[in-house]
């Protein structure tokens, strides 16, 4: 018996995984790019606080009431307590006037751009979803309650909704899926490599061009350095003072590389002036790694890109004690470079923060920014560079700066937070 055990125990993984050949239609469906019209942003109400005092929540307004005149909200809440909750938080104007609709389902967390409803798209004015599998990040199984219960939620809401499920073994976050509307993808080695160690990268290449309906994918090496996976351990930074990253994915391009249209990447860059501490010394180099790589690239017709290049903000620097969030769940991880969580002492954080984390919603785009009243005002200053260079690539819509920080703390930022429901283009 001993000796068919494996094989048994491999028929029982595949038979709970998702049928890797599965389409559900005939049509030809494409992820579309973010910058076409969308229909609707979704988000989900957020059940934790990375650092007391630092509501997430206060985010989540500021994005609902910047968005509302552009686009409508489908606002995702897992059970009627959580419900109550949110009719607090959302303006009653905009429920009445149906500019944000409350939808139930059940989830954990709320990154809503890594695991909620990808939709895709044809050429017929249908939908259809993209269904990835998911293990947090890495740092959990795909069979741990935790992952499987935000997996679960694109599935829920494409039943919900009767649309099609286009699924795959891979493991992915859409906060790595970074695309123009014409087929070409932008994926990062370190992050999909990272989930899906069993693959190469010409096979999980494939399966995004099945999925997502790209005719071509763009490997980046790694993003930067303080969006290292936290399990690696802490890292150098400024005044050579050594800190954690905050749960962070390893590297998603949405961190670092945005399209802006169907020809032109922004690239996250350091500026050398800014190479001060070894955080901001590798980042630097990692993305010069990026800029040769794009810069001898194409596009799917084999036209090159037009990048350019967004300065970094200046580290955005923390502490985290016990109690909060993000420490917590810190202070319970293995340290693959051996080192031991200081249980009950106050830690040093250097916090996901990134200019390009944008998200692009019809005629208005929300950015972060980082400084408030007290801070330098080179931080200020490096806000409004930033600002000035949103704009400038998106001259016909509105730039909306949002501080970030609390969402920042647990290893992302608003574009994560949120997921764009393309309209139904008919051709």
Known sequence: MKKFLPIIVALLYLSACKNPTQKNT????????????????????PQVTHKKNEPITAVTLQIIEA???YTNIKFVVPNDSVEVLAKKLIPAKLLENKSVSILKFPYREFWTRDFGPSFLVND??????????FNTWGYNDTSSVEAKTDEKLDEAIANYYK????????VS?????????KGTLLLVEAV?????????LDEIAAEFKRVLGVTKVIWLKQGVRDDDNSTFGKIEGPDKKMFYTVLTTNGHVDEFARFVNDSTILLAWVKPEDKKSAVEIESARRMEVNYNILKNSTDQNGKPFKIIKVPMPYPVLNTLQPGDGVYDILSELTYKDGSIFPKGKTIDVIAAASYLNFLIA??????AKYWKPGLPLEIKKRDQEAFNMIQNV????????????AVNLGGGGMHCITINEPKTLKK
Request: no cysteine; net charge negative.
């Open 26 to 45: 005939e049509n030809t469906f494409r992820q579309a790019a973010e910058y076409e019209p969308t229909e609707a942003i979704w988000m989900l109400y």
């Open 67 to 69: 968005l509302a005149p």
């Open 124 to 133: 017929k004015g249908e939908k259809a979803m993209a269904d990835f599998m």
């Open 163 to 170: 649309i099609p499920i286009i699924a795959t073994n891979i």
């Open 173 to 181: 976050e859409g906060g790595d899926h970074e695309l123009n509307s």
């Open 192 to 200: 999909e490599k990272h989930r899906n160690p069993g693959h190469t």
């Open 362 to 367: 019809n005629k208005v785009v929300l950015m």
């Open 394 to 405: 998106f001259p016909d819509k509105k730039i909306i700066a949002i501080n970030t920080l």
